[in-house]
């Protein structure tokens, strides 16, 4: 297989937050000058009049020509392609940005979401300590067809773009450049061509933790602890333990107020074993969960934390919901890994 799919960096450049800046002054100067010229030679003042048409005209143009298309073509000059059992982006140069061989060990993460039918998916090559070495970010829509299983859901997925304010869009995740029915069909090739070469893909994750090691993998969270594991199986029963606390916030900005979730995976008989995670949810959920609990506070500094815009976390939110909606569906908290 020799796919070609053309791709560009999501974010702005550099020169298009210049852009408008550039319009705004040369439309200022061309208007002067004409209008001051005008009045100069023919003592008429409707220069300025024709001036403020004439000048717009120019400037929106030449910034068009200067500087929005340079920096178009820059973005859209990346191509990944897709030969044998290497997966490679390469620049306009041909240099190669991102060299993924998918016959070693690679990790992929397919993020979904169903709102803006879009997916985020990742894919990193692994060195021998599994650490990731060259990564593909990908955001693309959400295809009929999904030759993936989909690793976790996500309200949105802005938060992996970059803000306006952000002018460096080296890390940026890609986008494909074709839209429509083109870029669903696209996505579904990339994606049929990564679960062919699934033999070498590694599923475990490590998950960020305030203290200590936790790792997801098939069969469900292990807590790296003085020197012990403990294992939380999918299939074995835990008792989940739920606290919600007031995030600390302004009193002048209402808007920003959040409540801190904390949920526990309690082994039977063994609540220093919890295993505790953190995350957070509208401040209303306070009068919906408990705001107190038995859980020793040794076992909180050691949680993992879930509220970043990060594909691990939302890998180990949907790891969470098979526990709960397992062992006790009607609790609320489920609610809020689902949101």
């Not at 999501?10 to 040369?26: A, F, K, M, Q």
Request: charged share 25%.
């Amino acid at each position: 297989m020799n796919e070609l799919i053309d791709l560009r960096r999501l974010g702005r450049t550099g020169i298009e937050h210049r852009t408008s800046i550039v319009v705004i002054l040369s439309w200022i100067i061309l208007w002067a000058a004409i209008g001051f010229n005008v009045l100069f030679w023919l003592d008429e003042w409707h220069g300025f009049f024709w001036g403020l048409i004439l000048s717009g005209i120019v400037s929106v143009l030449g910034a068009w020509l200067l500087f929005v298309r340079p920096s178009t073509r820059r973005k859209t000059s990346a191509t990944l392609h897709l030969e044998d059992h290497y997966l490679t982006v390469k620049g306009n140069t041909g240099d190669d940005k991102i060299r993924i061989n998918l016959n070693e060990p690679h990790r992929t993460m397919l993020i979904r979401s169903k709102g803006e039918g879009r997916i985020m998916f990742r894919v990193e090559q692994l060195d021998e300590d599994a650490r990731s070495l060259d990564r593909l970010d990908l955001i693309g829509p959400l295809p009929m067809v999904m030759p993936m299983k989909i690793s976790g859901d996500a309200q949105s997925l802005i938060g992996f773009e970059p803000g306006v304010a952000k002018k460096n869009i080296e890390n940026a995740p890609f986008s494909l450049v074709s839209s429509g029915a083109g870029a669903d069909s696209t996505m579904t090739t990339i994606l049929a061509y990564i679960e062919k070469h699934n033999a070498n893909r590694n599923e475990i994750y490590n998950l960020r933790v305030k203290n200590g090691a936790v790792r997801l993998e098939k069969n469900g969270f292990v807590l790296v602890r003085d020197g012990k594991q403990t294992a939380f199986d999918f299939s074995d029963d835990f008792e989940i333990a739920c606290l919600a606390r007031r995030y600390p916030h302004d009193e002048k900005n209402f808007d920003s107020r959040m409540a801190v979730i904390y949920l526990a995976l309690v082994p039977p008989h063994s609540r220093t074993d919890a295993l505790v995670f953190e995350l957070f949810a509208p401040e209303e959920w306070i009068n919906e969960l408990p705001t107190t609990w038995d859980i020793p506070d040794e076992v909180m500094q050691r949680s993992v934390l879930l509220y970043d815009d990060n594909p691990v976390a939302f890998v180990a939110v949907n790891a969470l919901k098979r526990y709960i909606e397992r062992i006790e569906p009607s609790n609320p908290v489920l609610e809020i890994l689902r949101h």
